[in-house]
Nanobody, 123 residues
Framework: EVQLQASGGGLVQAGRSLRLSCVVSGFTFDDYSIGWFRQAPGKEREFVARISWSAGSTDYADSVKGRFAISRDNAKNTVYLQMNSLKPEDTAVYYC????????????????WGQGTLVTVSS
């Protein structure tokens, strides 16, 4: 059974940092990307960042580039999202997902989803 377990969310002041974790299990990761998406109240789910499990290549949304960093620990089957210089507009439920689609920023490229973890940034 494929499982993704996201954790690490919480309430933080603007300008501070949080690190999200996503533990993945149940499938062979070699051809997969692990992505982070977020959904703010009343808005559509949007791409945040993604990492190729095998190659380690990364992509970021323009809104988080330079502030967020995605990484992986193969031994722990875990992907991290280090979020620095947080802004109130980063407030959302953050989801990790796994997929093999070519369009790595497209939500439809991801087949498996975790349950989400809430990040709230106060001003």
């Amino acid at each position: 059974e494929v499982q993704l377990q996201a954790s690490g969310g919480g309430l933080v002041q603007a300008g501070r940092s949080l690190r999200l974790s996503c533990v993945v299990s149940g499938f062979t990761f070699d051809d997969y990307s692990i992505g982070w998406f977020r959904q703010a109240p009343g808005k559509e789910r949007e791409f945040v960042a993604r990492i190729s499990w095998s190659a380690g290549s990364t992509d970021y949304a323009d809104s988080v580039k330079g502030r967020f960093a995605i990484s992986r620990d193969n031994a722990k089957n875990t992907v991290y999202l280090q979020m620095n210089s947080l802004k109130p507009e980063d407030t959302a439920v953050y989801y990790c997902a796994a997929g093999s689609g070519i369009l790595v920023r497209n939500i439809r490229s991801y087949d498996y989803w975790g349950q989400g973890t809430l990040v709230t940034v106060s001003s």
